[in-house]
């Protein structure tokens, strides 16, 4: 595939380069200096090179958007005409200082994402809240218990490997079954984003029940 990405940090850099790594076509496109693009592609290798937004939008059979949340206007205006294009975001909707969700509760990343270009293909992946939102909590619960961290997937050696990471890192690694099971754990992600943040105070849990057609 063509994949473009929009936002070469740390996420977009990573994930950029396994995908180049195995086999497909990729544009590392956003970043501060123009430099550091080439550098990410080189290093990904012959399958990866640089450019502007636009290139990478263009003829791309997917685009990866990993920008920080006030970036995301910017980067989509650069990136120019998205419609039909499948987007797959890792964008969280955090605030300038990534102490707090700047909508949660009633919405998503990817919801506010599918609203900014209606006519494109928004799926959500690898919004995993990211482990420096646990490090308070963790600190906190260090010495008593390790906060839980709950995982699924169909492959069982994999299983073990994630398994022994999660625990390496500091968690509890709590197996939820089957991968039919992350369905029902996505529309966590966020409120497990906002409870670690206002762990503090106590945990405020909040529901979302909605109507889908049909
Ligand atoms: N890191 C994680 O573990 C993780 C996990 C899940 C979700 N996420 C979410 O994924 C998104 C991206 O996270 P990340 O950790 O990959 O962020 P990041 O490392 O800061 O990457 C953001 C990219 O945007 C570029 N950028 C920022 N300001 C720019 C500007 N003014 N002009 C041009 N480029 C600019 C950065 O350039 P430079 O390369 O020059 O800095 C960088 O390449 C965020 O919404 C985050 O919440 C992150």
């Known amino acids: 595939m063509r994949i473009g990405i929009l936002g070469s940090?740390?996420?977009?850099?990573?994930?950029?380069?396994?995908?180049?790594?195995?086999?497909h076509d990729v544009v590392f496109s956003y970043a501060?200096?123009?430099?550091?693009?080439?550098?990410?592609?080189?290093?990904?290798?012959h399958n990866a090179r640089a450019g502007t937004p636009a290139e990478a939008a263009e003829d791309a059979d997917a685009l990866l958007v990993a920008v920080h949340w006030l970036r995301m206007d910017d980067v989509l205006k650069q990136a120019g005409e998205l419609s039909g294009k499948v987007i797959?975001?890792?964008?969280?909707p955090m605030d300038a200082g990534n102490t707090g969700l700047v909508i949660g509760h009633t919405s998503s990343g990817a919801e506010e994402l599918a609203k900014k270009v209606p006519?494109?293909?928004?799926?959500?992946?690898?919004?995993?809240?990211?482990?420096?939102?646990f490090f308070g909590v963790y600190e906190a619960k260090r010495k008593a218990s390790r906060p839980s961290l709950v995982y699924c997937g169909d492959d069982a050696p994999s299983k073990g490997?994630?398994?022994?990471?999660?625990?390496?890192?500091?968690?509890?690694?709590?197996?939820?079954g089957p991968l039919r099971i992350a369905r029902y754990t996505e529309p966590f992600a966020l409120l497990m984003g906002q409870l670690a943040y206002e762990g503090a105070d106590g945990p405020e849990l909040a529901y979302r029940f909605e109507r889908y057609p049909g």
């Open 9 to 23: 940090g740390l996420m977009g850099g990573k994930l950029g380069t396994l995908f180049a790594r195995s086999g």
């Open 32 to 45: 501060r200096s123009a430099d550091k693009l080439k550098s990410l592609a080189k290093r990904a290798g």
């Open 88 to 92: 797959v975001t890792c964008s969280l």
């Open 119 to 133: 006519k494109a293909k928004v799926v959500c992946a690898f919004n995993t809240v990211p482990s420096e939102v």
């Open 161 to 176: 490997v994630a398994a022994e990471l999660i625990r390496d890192v500091g968690f509890e690694a709590i197996d939820a």
